[in-house]
């Protein structure tokens, strides 16, 4: 899990994207079943809002993914990041499908509030 801050397609603000991908050459099989099974729409490019499968939780310099049996995936977040997602009152999670994958267009996304 990386978050950045970046503008997101269509958008002309800014957006606190959590960016979700691997560099693993099964990526283009297990990302797309790891967003179906995060609740997003998998086709490449879809935008699924409020997903059901986790919800995202922003703390003192730190942002984590909680699924529904409790585990947690908590990362690092730098203050741009959560000033952006406290402002927005969302995150952009990003499913990447391969390495790069926000540039290529192999990801699929969510909105999630907060």
Known sequence: MTPIVARAAGSSEEEAILLLETPDPRGPVMMP??????????APGAVT??????????????VAVE?????????PAGGHWL???KAR???????????????????AYALVPL
């Open 83 to 85: 000033f952006t997602a």
């Open 89 to 107: 009152q969302r995150v952009l999670v990003a499913v990447g499908y391969e390495a790069g994958a926000l540039g290529s267009g192999q990801v």
């Open 33 to 42: 079943s790891l967003a179906f099974d995060l609740g997003l729409d998998p």
């Open 49 to 62: 809002q409020e997903p059901l499968g986790f919800r995202v939780q922003i703390g003192y310099e730190e």
């Open 67 to 75: 699924l529904p049996d409790g585990q947690g995936f908590h990362v």
